[in-house]
């Protein structure tokens, strides 16, 4: 059974600094792994997808890294800010239809 | 851009009422998807449909229905609301592409059953 989690579940850091979020999955089986953003009481964001066969996607100050063989995936953002606050999550999908979904790391970016 | 839009942002019901969440999106995707997201159990799904007047379950479909008469369209019904069903609904929509069906996903309602 695929299961996903991200370490840590929060994270305080002082803006301008460089920072990574991790995501594991125990079964590499997987189409593709999706990280988005959630603001407090409201849906979630798609900031990059990566497909199986590739091994980064990047988008502005996000890069994002997938080892299928590890289970592993690394969101990086570069030189934060305020407004990157909010809740990060990463998603695997299995096929059929099944997406599941790691519990989110809570970022709090300081001015 | 992909919009996906839900009809209620915030939603108070009484237990016994029957309650609908609306869900469209204006992609043309194939699927479309309802998850309930609580604290500490992260987001589970509930029903999925590949195409029109399909549907399938998902991990928690007890106590919820779902209609699609419209690609566009994914409706959740819960026939009876409970206490329990008090949560964050979200709808999300894709391609049927398997490497590539990026979900998108509506801004959520939030559902409050008295």
């Known amino acids: 059974k695929q299961e996903v989690t991200q370490i840590p579940a929060a994270l305080s850091v002082p803006e301008g600094e460089n920072l990574v979020l991790n995501c594991s999955f125990t079964?590499?089986?997987?189409?593709?792994l999706q990280w988005f953003r959630q603001d407090p009481g409201k849906g979630l964001t798609s900031l990059l997808l990566?497909?199986?066969?590739?091994r980064e996607q990047t988008s502005g100050r996000l890069n994002a890294s997938l080892d299928k063989s590890s289970g592993r995936s690394t969101l990086y953002i570069a030189a934060s800010q305020p407004g990157d606050s909010a809740t990060y999550l990463c998603?695997?999908?299995?096929?059929?239809?099944?997406?599941?979904f790691g519990a989110g790391t809570r970022l709090f970016v300081k001015a | 851009d992909v919009k996906v839009t839900q009809s209620s942002r915030y939603l108070v019901k009484r237990t016994g009422e029957k309650v609908f969440l609306e869900c469209v999106q204006d992609?043309?995707?194939?699927?479309m998807f309802w998850y309930r997201q609580d604290p500490g159990l992260g987001l589970r799904l509930i029903y999925f449909s590949y195409d029109v007047k399909m549907k399938e379950k998902g991990d928690i479909p007890e106590g919820y229905s779902v209609s699609r008469e419209k690609k566009e369209r994914f409706s959740l019904i819960l026939e009876s609301a409970s206490t329990n069903q008090t949560s964050m609904y979200l709808c999300?929509?894709?391609?049927?592409?398997?490497?590539?069906?990026?979900?998108?996903f509506g801004p959520g309602t939030r559902l409050t059953v008295l």
């Open positions: 998603a695997v999908d299995t096929g059929g239809f099944k997406t599941i």
């Open positions: 079964d590499s089986a997987i189409y593709n």
């Open positions: 992609m043309d995707h194939e699927n």
């Open positions: 999300a929509s894709s391609f049927q592409r398997e490497a590539y069906n990026e979900q998108f």
């Open positions: 990566i497909q199986s066969s590739q």
